[in-house]
């Protein structure tokens, strides 16, 4: 107590003899009571966020804002950090830094003049991935000492630079990491994984997540970013495996995405460099560059920036176990992608040489990459901030020339639902999009009025572009008989593909028609025709992922609804199989007039006697297998299975092995993971007990018995070889053991050709799938009698089976099954070799899934 009394009153005469900040900002020290990064300490989300409200309080070189909620509804905050005149000014510089991002109302030497005195925004989002918390349990240090430094270095930064210090970019899976490592220190499990995702739904994929926006917290960035405080730089703070280099920095691994403007790339070549030298400055070892990560993927929350002509860095520190340290070594160092191991080299000078390594040297490696990055924003803030303004500039003048010219998408789409999905994630990415007001010509094509136009002279049209088109990826290839170089994340994403809407690419330039700007993107409603005063029955366009909806909001309602088995004519329109037929009764005009408003499907009413052979669709009892080992698929089937208004149920490994599941459930559904990890979830001794071990032989006994039984059970990817394994179905996936030589597929856009079934009603009979690493299925004849027998209901197309992306051995999978149904006893399996429903993104297979439910009662 005496010595934090003498620290508090020695730092108060400091302040007083330099006439300088209040002397109310108390160091992390003294407000958490213990050093940032000290071992088995953290700091925690309310802890975090009072010390940035009492520093924002206490300084006039802080302030605090809202940066938007999380999926827990929590607040991400950012504080902006600068010097006071700036701060004074602050609304002035944020409308300036908008102003600068559109060239298209802002003449060159006014841009100029206003880069002249302009401060260069810099945001540094730290610990999307809560575990890698490093960067988090940094951010109390960085704000005190930007808030009360009197270094001229600090100083400089402060009068050039705005920092936008986001402390967590998932507060929610800060929450869930500091409780489960408070809740095992210093026992057995100490620093262990958590047994759940650190996020509600997604886990590290939050970071997979920033151009479709599915989550909260990607919205919320998106918002703060492009609409508010559109930053020049962008730092996203992460950490990497305990026992390769201690720290990346840019430049990153090859390839990059050609679209964006080459300044980008030297920028942040420029920017990595400066905290490469800071950290060698400091005596940080260990540090590469050139190696490990591309930014080829657009969907990374630093890497969607790039798009929008802000320059975003990525930076990777070695982990500890959480705040529990770690000793790696010498000889247990490994290499990664451009360094093959601990040599000294241009891009690792000075490889760190083992040894113990704590949460404090994370803590201290991102003090320093931060003191250098913020030292060369300063230094280069006239050329950040006009350079900016430049990539703009060039983005407009490159859409003028076309190649692509413009993006269409005309009204009518087969899937409404999709389509208002992907303008909407356009407009939240800032992409201009605009309805014509009357009929238009291209070419010989005449659009009609509603058609929206993406216009290619836009800023960001390097980021709507990137959306929009086919890739193809830059394959890299060694030596022969050397694996190729695989990218990060996926190789293809291609939204009009992946969704299923029309989009029209349009080279050449058109005169275009007076249009609206949409600032929401919305789906138009439809209406009810025919016979709507003595209705027996109403027939529901069935086409798309919003029929799916209306099938459960209908039997929510108590309708008795059914499919459509053969084409029907009425008033003049033909319903295809697969249109949904519901009985008029009391209460149910209501929720037919609703689908027709909200999800824009067509209904007609008829007074005639309704058609017989309609198969009847029951509310299926729902289940959604959610393993201990955490698994990021079952959150993505959590979060669609509630967007689309299915009823169901999360079970366990316990619940599983109980037995009795034919009596509670209809379809179980099991997310992607290979069969021993389901079988054989955590080792004991690895996770507290009461989360080891996966289904076990028992589990497995009675998923087998469910499906005899009558059930329907959903495999979704790899755990479709569990489902095979289990019933002994006559299926052999085809590319099982195959070398990457002759068989590779990493995250494409393919085409699939789909058998006319109830599973696939409401599709095309040709669309577009995501592979990633997927099998492909071979059915062999029957032969033994009584034993299970299997069909299939899609496959890969026959030829031409690549739509964007990249894949090798097109021969393997071409003509082989990708969604195939196993009859086994008195149920089925239906095993989905590709990723149906990958990442809430491929919505246009989503209903492929759909239906498997609503066929299982
Ligand atoms: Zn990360």
Sequence with gaps: MRARSLTVLASLLVSVALGAQAPSIQSPEAAFGFTMGADGELADWPGLQRYFEAVASASNRVELVDAGPSTDGRRLIAAIVSAPENIARLEEIRANALRLADPRT??????????????????????????????????????????????????????????????????????LTVDWYRKWKGTEFDGSNMPWLYHRYVGHDLNRDAFMMNMAENRSLAAFFYRRWHPQVFLAMHQ???RGARFFVPPNADPIDPNYDPLIWRTAGLLGHAMALALEEDGRQGVVQNALYD???????????????????????????????????????????????HTPTTRFPNPWPGGEWHLRDIVNYELSAVRGMLGAAARYREELVRNFYRMGKRQVELGLKGGPFAYLVPPGQFDPHA???????????????????????????????????????????AYAKTLLEIQHYPVRRGAPGTPVDRPYDVAGWTLPLQMNVTVDRIDQYFEPPPTTRLDQASIAPARVWGEVRKTAFYVVDGRGNGASIAINRLLKAGAQVSWLTNAMAIEGYTYQPGALVVTEAKGVRDAIEGVARDLGLRITASAARPPE???????????????????????????????????????????????GLRARFDAIVIPDQGADRLIAGHPAGTMPPEYVGGLGTAGVAMLRQFVTGGGTLVTLDSSSELAINMLGAPVKDVTRGLPASEYFCPGSVVKL???????????????????AFNGAFEVQPDTVPNAPTARVIGRYAKSGVLLSGWLEGERVVAGKGALVEVKAGQGRAILFGFRTQHRAQAHATFRLFFNALHTSR
């Design 753 to 771: 050709e789909l058998e006319a079934d109830p599973l696939t009603y409401g599709l095309p009979l040709e669309t577009a799938g995501f592979c």
């Design 106 to 175: 802002l003449e060159e030497p006014a841009a100029l003049a206003l880069a002249a005195r302009q401060p260069v925004l810099v945001a540094i989002g730290m610990s999307i991935h809560a575990t890698e918390i490093g960067a988090t349990q940094a951010a109390p240090e960085l704000l005190h000492t930007l808030a009360t430094s009197q270094d001229p270095e600090v100083l400089r930064a402060l009068r050039d630079v705005v920092l936008i210090l986001l402390p967590s970019l998932n507060p929610d899976g800060h929450v």
């Design 240 to 242: 990497m495996g305990p």
């Design 613 to 659: 052979d309609a198969r009847p669709i029951g509310g299926a009892r729902v289940a959604l297998y959610k393993p201990w080992a955490e698994n990021i698929d079952e959150g993505w089937t959590r979060w669609l299975l509630e967007q689309y208004e299915f009823p169901f149920e999360n079970i366990t490994d316990a619940d599983i092995r109980r037995g």
């Design 419 to 461: 389509a208002r999905k992907l303008e909407q994630l356009l407009i939240e990415g800032a992409v201009e999009v605009r309805r014509a007001v009357e009929p238009f010509r291209v070419a010989e094509t005449v659009y009609p009025q509603g058609t929206d136009i993406i216009l290619m002279a836009q800023p960001f049209r």
């Design 295 to 341: 930014y080829y993927w657009p969907g990374y929350e630093d890497s969607a920036p790039l798009g929008h002509n802000t320059v975003t860095i990525l930076t990777e520190a070695a982990s500890a176990r959480v705040a529990s340290p770690i000793t790696v070594a010498k000889d247990q160092l490994t290499g990664g992608l451009g360094f093959s191991d």
